[in-house]
């Protein structure tokens, strides 16, 4: 498998780009999400069902489509970044991070010596199991993309310095654990959480980083493309179905 050389240099250059998020562990939503035309797709392994069992189906069937998949690992974890990595992601997004310190530490993960300290194996998905090592070593730190959460106050006062970090290449706001770490509660469109946003926004732009948001409401996604996000993941494989399963539902009980 060959990593796209060209995907990651889209979102740096702030380029629209439209993912969607997979929470059901499932390797059909993944195709069926990538072949309906999204830039990106994000395996949720924090939030959702997934694990080490089904992460390789789910890469196969992305595999299949043109969408580039990125995978949300649980934890800020070296061993974590290795495995979803060798398995054949394109991208990791990595949650909760609140300092430059721990934006670098994701960095580092991601990237063979001497630039990181991501465990070296030939012999796996993401080279070719071993036919293309060469290439993915020479080149795998100019194409992945390491997407770094920001979902806290610290990270909202450290956003300038974690925006900062060579390789932290988005900065993705995951609105709902940031609105309760503020204290309000889902309140996307309140004042405080804009002026947060736009934070956000501003120090992306200033390092030559994207931003980027998943919103689960449709009129979000115009107000914040306004603020400056590109990288826009906009609801989930769950959120789909259940919504469809409720429309289903409310027509069949009818009058």
Same mark, same amino acid.
């Given at each position: 498998?060959?990593?796209?050389?060209?995907?990651?240099? +889209?979102?740096?250059? =702030?380029?629209?780009?439209?993912?969607?998020?997979?929470? #059901? !562990? &499932?390797?059909?939503?993944?195709?069926?999400?990538?072949?309906?035309?999204?830039?990106?797709?994000?395996?949720?392994?924090?939030?959702?069902?997934?694990? %080490?069992? *089904?992460? /390789?189906?789910? #890469?196969?069937?992305?595999?299949?489509?043109?969408?580039?998949?990125?995978? =949300?690992?649980?934890?800020? %974890?070296? @061993?974590?970044?290795?495995?979803?990595?060798?398995? !054949?992601?394109?991208?990791?997004?990595?949650?909760?991070?609140?300092?430059?310190?721990?934006?670098?530490?994701?960095?580092?993960?991601?990237?063979? @010596? @001497?630039?990181?300290? +991501?465990?070296?194996?030939?012999?796996?998905? &993401?080279?070719?199991?071993?036919?293309?090592?060469?290439?993915?070593?020479?080149?795998?730190? %100019?194409?992945? #993309?390491?997407?770094?959460?920001?979902?806290?106050?610290?990270?909202?006062?450290?956003?300038?310095?974690?925006?900062?970090?060579?390789?932290?290449?988005?900065?993705?706001?995951?609105? *709902?654990?940031? &609105?309760?770490?503020?204290?309000?509660?889902?309140?996307? %469109?309140?004042?405080?959480?804009?002026?947060?946003?736009?934070?956000?926004?501003?120090?992306?732009?200033?390092?030559?980083?994207?931003?980027?948001?998943?919103?689960?409401?449709?009129?979000?996604?115009?107000?914040?493309?306004?603020? !400056?996000?590109?990288?826009?993941?906009?609801?989930?494989?769950?959120?789909?179905?259940?919504?469809?399963?409720? !429309?289903? #539902?409310? *027509? /069949?009980?009818?009058?």
């Amino acid at each position: 498998m060959k990593l796209p050389p060209e995907f990651r240099q +889209r979102v740096l250059a =702030r380029e629209w780009v439209c993912g969607t998020f997979l929470n #059901l !562990g &499932s390797p059909v939503t993944v195709e069926v999400a990538g072949l309906a035309g999204f830039d990106w797709v994000l395996i949720d392994h924090e939030h959702g069902p997934g694990g %080490e069992d *089904t992460l /390789l189906h789910q #890469l196969h069937a992305a595999a299949a489509t043109p969408a580039f998949p990125i995978v =949300r690992i649980a934890a800020n %974890e070296t @061993p974590r970044f290795k495995r979803v990595l060798d398995a !054949g992601a394109f991208g990791v997004m990595v949650p909760l991070v609140s300092s430059a310190a721990e934006a670098r530490a994701a960095v580092a993960a991601t990237r063979y @010596p @001497p630039r990181g300290i +991501r465990g070296v194996a030939k012999f796996h998905r &993401s080279a070719g199991f071993g036919g293309d090592f060469e290439e993915y070593y020479a080149h795998a730190h %100019e194409r992945l #993309l390491t997407v770094i959460q920001i979902e806290t106050p610290d990270a909202l006062k450290n956003i300038d310095e974690i925006a900062a970090v060579d390789g932290a290449d988005v900065m993705f706001v995951g609105p *709902t654990d940031l &609105s309760y770490n503020m204290g309000i509660r889902d309140q996307l %469109e309140s004042p405080r959480f804009v002026e947060a946003l736009q934070k956000v926004s501003d120090a992306a732009k200033k390092h030559g980083k994207a931003a980027g948001i998943l919103v689960h409401n449709n009129a979000l996604v115009p107000k914040c493309r306004d603020l !400056g996000y590109t990288f826009m993941a906009l609801g989930s494989d769950g959120g789909a179905v259940r919504t469809g399963l409720l !429309g289903f #539902l409310a *027509t /069949l009980r009818a009058k």
